[in-house]
T-cell receptor
């Protein structure tokens, strides 16, 4: 169990640029989540995958955001035409299919700064 | 609209004493509740959970209490240890209605040696 891995750890970009983050969940976990955390706030749900199917999306996930999990393994989160308000920590989490699905295993996150 | 609230941003406790972290929620549909711990530069780590059919769940030094009528839960850590110093997030969800968890804003616990 190597844990949930997120890359990059930090990303600085200029407003209007596109960015993409990657998440590698724990290998046997078929549930994958993306959350966003801004300063002084708790994590906010963005989207949820079960295997390769994106089953839930938050209204926070605007049209500029897209997430994929093409083979039910790793996932990517892309933000197009970044805005300063997108600056946040983007957290990926995974959990097993049965039993304790509420026990999310989080990665260390990708800190995005939009200048 | 913050459905899960942690009104104490910070808490300091002497080592060996009890730490009590509080959480309130507004959505009566929530039927399970969780606590996560977060160290700097790391993602949150699951600590303990409780479903709405219970009013107490214990795991070692950690106990979560649920008061459904008051829409309130608390996390008790006893005895507190310096390694418990972290930010603690309360979260809630609805077991049969999706996979979204709602998190509070966190309480930063400092355990003083």
């Amino acid at each position: 169990d190597t844990g949930v891995s997120q890359n990059p750890r930090h990303k600085i970009t200029k407003r209007g640029q596109n960015v993409t983050f990657r998440c590698d969940p724990i290998s046997e976990h078929n549930r994958l989540y993306w959350y966003r955390q801004t300063l002084g706030q708790g994590p906010e749900f963005l989207t949820y995958f079960q295997n390769e199917a994106q089953l839930e999306k938050s209204r926070l996930l605007s049209d500029r955001f897209s997430a994929e999990r093409p083979k039910g393994s790793f996932s990517t989160l892309e933000i197009q035409r970044t805005e300063q308000g997108d600056s946040a920590m983007y957290l990926c989490a995974s959990s097993p299919s049965g039993g304790r699905r509420e026990k999310l295993f989080f990665g260390s996150g990708t800190q995005l700064s939009v200048l | 609209d913050q459905q899960v609230k942690q009104n104490s941003p910070s808490l300091s406790v002497q080592e060996g004493r009890i730490s009590i972290l509080n959480c309130d929620y507004t959505n009566s549909m929530f039927d399970y509740f969780l606590w996560y711990k977060k160290y700097p530069a790391e993602g949150p780590t699951f600590l303990i959970s409780i479903s709405s059919i219970k009013d107490k769940n214990e795991d070692g030094r950690f106990t979560v209490f649920l008061n459904k009528s008051a829409k309130h839960l608390s996390l008790h850590i006893v005895p507190s240890q310096p390694g418990d110093s972290a930010v603690y997030f309360c979260a809630a969800g609805v077991a049969r209605a999706g996979n979204q968890f709602y998190f509070g804003t966190g309480t930063s616990l400092t355990v003083i040696p």
